[in-house]
DNA sequence: TACTTTCCCATTGACGCCCATAAAAACCCA
DNA sequence: TGGGTTTTTATGGGCGTCAATGGGAAAGTA
């Protein structure tokens, strides 16, 4: 199964395109290899992404909620609604709305973190900040990474 | 099962290249014989070392936690984005980003720590002050090697 | 026309792939 | 068991390819 994984800083150019990192590219299916899913992320500054695919997946998820909740509404809304399909030039290439952009304070740069079946766009200095926020929430916790990585029996 | 055993010391070539010693390259699955995985140790100046594999593992149990949990995506975060996939080369040699030789205060050559179902990665000297360190608990704590070696039931 | 987006080409540096060598380890056979 | 031979390892270096980036020109849009 392919993930995405690990953390990439690129840059911005002058027309607004940025390179979605080489490996996050090799993820997308053969049939969509160009096309890229992009939106507002819910609770952070900051821009989801995954590949075309994964929008039925998150679909089933939101139908699954109560149907009568408030959450499922919302959840649909803030999602579906703001969803921006984004095609890949030849070099892989693409360029972030401004809406966006704006959304997740970027500017020249953006660093692409990898969450397994989706990724985040964020700027590049709140992503070390988030990053440094959910390992001390998880230390906090008392779990260690490597206990989660390494251990087989989970507890 | 094979784990990893024993400790060695590597050099770290102009190109920034190490190889994996050999005995850790066997432990390999065939599938992902070229294909391991770094990422930061918590705990200590070190980088924690594992096969490919466990990501499958991993992944799986953190997509079957609420997606819209803050558990979900705090181990997202630390997990994914911060875990580094590696590559061996044709003579089983892999490069450490330049985060994680800082990190572990890396230069011109590293030790391999085995550690059963994973490794890690320290400067030579810090290693040593590890293992003696680790060696001094134990006596303090006053169990044995032999008698944790000899009884079978240990949880 | 003015502006935006795509296509194409160029550059640079990083990385993968290949081959080479010396030392160590494994092997073999008397 | 010992000594010689073969194989494996750790390491070094050349070179081609690819990724990230930049910019000009063409094509599309308002």
């Known amino acids: 199964m392919k ?65 009568f909740s408030e959450d499922q509404d919302d959840f649909s809304t803030s999602i579906f609604s703001e969803i921006v ?20 304070n970027l500017k020249n740069e953006a660093a692409f973190i990898g969450q397994g079946n989706y990724f985040q766009i964020w700027h590049p200095k709140s992503a070390l900040e988030k990053q440094k926020a959910s390992r001390e929430r998880i230390k906090a916790n008392k779990k260690t990474l490597t206990s989660i990585l390494i251990n087989k029996s989970n507890d």
């Open 85 to 104: 399909p984004t095609s890949l030039d030849k070099e892989g290439r693409f360029i972030i709305p401004n809406f966006l952009k704006k959304h997740a």
């Open 3 to 67: 993930l995405f994984l690990s953390t990439y800083v690129n840059k911005i150019d002058s027309k607004g395109r940025i390179s979605l990192p080489s490996s996050f590219r090799n993820i997308l299916s053969k049939e969509n290899k160009k096309e890229i899913i992009l939106f507002k992320s819910i609770k952070f500054a900051a821009i989801d992404g995954c590949s075309y695919e994964r929008i039925n997946t998150i679909s089933e998820r939101i139908d699954n909620l109560d149907i």
